[in-house]
T-cell receptor, first 107, second 113 residues
Framework: DAKTTQPPSMDCAEGRAANLPCNHS???????VYWYRQIHSQGPQYIIHGLKNNETNEMASLIITEDRKSSTLILPHATLRDTAVYYC????????FGQGTELSVKP | EADIYQTPRYLVIGTGKKITLECSQTMGHDKMYWYQQDPGMELHLIHY???????EKGDLSSESTVSRIRTEHFPLTLESARPSHTSQYLC????????????FGSGTQLSVL
């Protein structure tokens, strides 16, 4: 499974876009990028996933670079309830959660 | 909303007791998983199943065991609990053809005294 690198923490002002980066330089051609988040003491929640093309759903947008070596999760209008740990995972057979990025949305 | 349930939500138990953590899902998912997570630490996969009578060990060695007699039910058992088993245990499920879009339960916080 390809390894991912995420910043340990980020801050974002409420109402602004939160852009969470992820590096996955060793990703293989058939490996998907998944994003989950975990709000304190709860089970993780699926957000979005993609292979090559950019993806958007009701929660977020996922931008994957053309070489697929990095991606960015975008929360377009962050709210206080978006404060959580965000995990970027390259799926190569099993979901392996790393340390993630702790996003703090501030008023 | 995901329909996956874990009981109990919290459990405090003495050393040496046998415990079973329950996990049930009503979505008809074939794949089910158990993850273990210590406070502030990463989630570690300890068991998974691809369907009835299928169980596999995950990446983190665990003294727990699991069974999958029914599609909807994936209990985890510790024969003799120890303080080192104190942790949060998270159950999840997904469709075989759903990629890795997992639905997680709320978890069981286990404390062994």
């Amino acid at each position: 499974d390809a390894k991912t690198t995420q910043p340990p923490s980020m801050d974002c002002a409420e109402g602004r876009a939160a852009n969470l980066p992820c590096n996955h330089s060793t990703i293989s051609g058939n490996e998907y990028v998944y994003w989950y988040r975990q709000i304190h003491s709860q089970g993780p929640q699926y957000i979005i996933h993609g292979l090559k093309n950019n993806e958007t759903n009701e929660m977020a947008s996922l931008i994957i670079t053309e070489d697929r070596k990095s991606s960015t999760l975008i929360l377009p209008h962050a709210t206080l309830r978006d404060t959580a740990v965000y995990y970027c995972i390259v799926y190569g057979g099993k979901l392996i959660f790393g340390q993630g990025t702790e996003l703090s949305v501030k008023p | 909303e995901a329909d996956i349930y874990q009981t109990p939500r919290y459990l405090v138990i003495g050393t040496g007791k046998k415990i079973t953590l329950e996990c049930s899902q009503t979505m008809g998912h074939d794949k089910m998983y158990w993850y273990q997570q210590d406070p502030g630490m990463e989630l570690h996969l300890i068991h998974y199943s691809y369907g009835v009578n299928s169980t596999e060990k995950g990446d983190l060695s665990s003294e727990s065991t699991v069974s999958r007699i029914r599609t909807e039910h994936f209990p985890l058992t510790l024969e003799s609990a120890r303080p080192s088993h104190t942790s949060q245990y998270l159950c999840a499920s997904s469709e075989i053809r759903g990629g890795e879009k997992l639905f997680f339960g709320s978890g069981t916080q286990l404390s062994v005294l």
